[in-house]
């Protein structure tokens, strides 16, 4: 990919910034999501990144998919340029290290999809979020119907999809759409102040956890068991766990420093 315009993977101090810059409102078009992809696949693999903020600035986090270009295409072009969305969502989903969202303004539609990718989102008093495609004559295309029902239950997911409505910040936090409610001017420091806690941390051990749940989830409860004593049983090969348990022993808990080895 050439040179990205509209997105950046800015990193200090063990966090990475994938910051949005598309303006006037983040709209998603295919260049846009494309650069997050590679953004995403950049930060997943960098050693100095230890976890990620995804933010679209102090105004807008994102207010929705480029309507305007969507409005061109047909059902069969919208079959792969819905799988393209999908897959560069999926990659900052399927980033191993803790992901979080700092919501500004509005995130709607495919800007909501995107946080929904987070494994924490943190919300200015002032935003809205929502999935208001239906008002479009359409459903969400980017995971607006599975990620959301698996975050909230189908019951209020299927109350926001129908209805298209927006949500403000104190009922997103009630509904479990924010983990926390900000003011608008300290949300991102809030995010990354919250990053830097998990950038402190043992990387494999966090990854592993993240595994853990997220696929763990979409399995009956005796695989996920698998899965987690698999994952458990790994992380007493590592330079990690050695430094952890033997600086508990030694000095008390917390007080390690892993080297992600």
């Not at 989903?93 to 924490?120: M, N, R, S």
Request: charged share 25%.
């Amino acid at each position: 990919m050439a040179q990205p315009e509209f997105v950046t993977l800015q990193v200090e101090d063990g966090v990475g910034t994938i910051r949005l810059d598309r303006p006037k409102m983040n709209a998603i078009n295919e260049q846009l999501h494309l650069e997050v992809r590679a953004a995403a696949l950049d930060a997943s693999t960098r050693e100095d990144v230890r976890a990620v903020v995804v933010y679209g600035g102090e105004r807008v986090f994102a207010a929705g998919a480029d309507i305007k270009a969507m409005s061109q295409l047909d059902g069969r072009s919208m079959v792969a340029w819905g799988r393209e969305l999908t897959n560069s969502f999926t990659a900052v989903q399927e980033i191993p290290k803790p992901v979080i969202a700092a919501i500004t303004g509005y995130a709607l539609g495919g800007g909501y999809e995107l946080a929904l990718c987070a494994d924490f989102r943190i919300m200015g008093a002032g935003a809205k979020v929502g999935q208001p495609e239906i008002l479009l004559g359409i459903i969400p295309g980017a995971g607006g119907t599975q990620r959301l029902a698996r975050l909230v239950g189908p019951a209020k997911a299927k109350d926001l999809v129908f209805t298209g409505r927006h949500v403000g910040a104190e009922e997103a936090l009630e509904l479990g759409l924010a983990d926390a409610v900000v003011p608008d001017a300290e949300v991102y420091d809030t995010a990354v102040a919250m990053a830097r806690k998990f950038a402190a941390g043992p990387p494999l051990a966090l990854a592993a956890a993240k595994k853990a749940i997220d696929e763990g989830l979409d399995r009956p409860l005796r695989e996920g068991l698998v899965l987690e004593s698999q994952l458990f049983a790994e992380l007493f090969d590592t330079e990690d766990q050695q430094t952890g348990m033997r600086s508990f022993l030694e000095h008390g808990p917390g007080k390690a420093t892993f080297s992600g080895r």
